[in-house]
């Protein structure tokens, strides 16, 4: 006799990871801080479980909207997490997002359940509930991969920006030194930036041009197969 099967009892949730960058500061990571238990006064990242009559996708957008007031230029799944014990209060499986704004362009707002929303350094997080640390670290390996190949990081600049700020971002999403002259070189080659006749002063130096993302370039080229590889 076939013994009775177990009747499922998940929740779904959905996490999002979401990067800012601060002009030549550190890249950011949007946090909430929780007005509920568990985890009641601690960090966060903004998340929260899907409604029955929602996707997936519209929960998180939801979520960062009421928990941060804000909402991401790139959002795209990153992982589903759903080891057990991830959750003290049920049996929970989270589908985990990576989202990139400019946070010049965004003014945080907390509300529902979260008492503040901050951007942290990736470089000086404070502890985080959950499983978030693990979220974190997966979606910040993500994005340095990504940014490699896909041209993601131009959605964290300002519309017009001095290409000293283009090689900064990249420079510290990937966490080291790049050869700038190559970076220059190659950037420029695919025609994806479009020059200004504004121009920024910077120090002491001579000012610098702006440039613009060209947009219609990139999807040109990626409808052609182009691989955007930058080393």
């Known amino acids: 006799m076939e013994s009775p099967k177990k009747l499922q009892d998940i929740k779904v949730a959905v996490d999002a990871v979401i990067f800012g960058y601060f002009d030549?500061?550190?890249l950011q990571i949007l946090l909430i801080k929780r007005n509920i238990e568990p985890f009641k006064?601690?960090?966060a990242l903004p998340g929260g479980l899907v409604l029955d009559d929602e996707s997936v996708d519209d929960a998180v957008k939801r979520e960062l909207y009421e928990e941060a007031g804000i909402k991401p230029d790139f959002l795209e799944q990153l992982y589903t997490f759903g080891n057990l014990g991830r959750d003290p209060r049920n049996r929970v499986v989270s589908v985990a997002y990576l989202g990139l704004v400019n946070p010049s362009y965004h003014e945080l707002f907390a509300d529902s359940d979260a008492d503040d929303a901050q951007w942290f350094s990736i470089n000086k997080l404070p502890s985080v509930a959950f499983d978030h640390k693990t979220i974190i670290e997966t979606a910040l390996k993500r994005l340095r991969t990504k940014i490699?190949?896909?041209p993601?990081?131009?959605?964290?600049l300002n519309e017009e920006f001095p290409f000293s700020d283009l090689e900064n971002l990249y420079k510290t999403i990937v966490g080291q030194e790049i050869d700038r002259r190559n970076f220059r070189k190659k950037i420029m080659s695919y025609g994806l930036l479009n020059e200004t006749n504004n121009v920024k002063k910077e120090g002491s130096g001579r000012p610098g041009k702006l440039f613009t993302f060209n947009k219609e370039k990139y999807k040109e080229l990626e409808e052609q197969g182009f691989y955007f590889e930058i080393k």
């Not at 993601?152 to 964290?156: A, D, E, K, S, T």
Request: net charge positive.
């Open 148 to 150: 490699q190949y896909q």
């Open 152 to 156: 993601i990081g131009f959605n964290l």
């Open 24 to 26: 030549k500061k550190d």
């Open 41 to 43: 006064g601690g960090w």
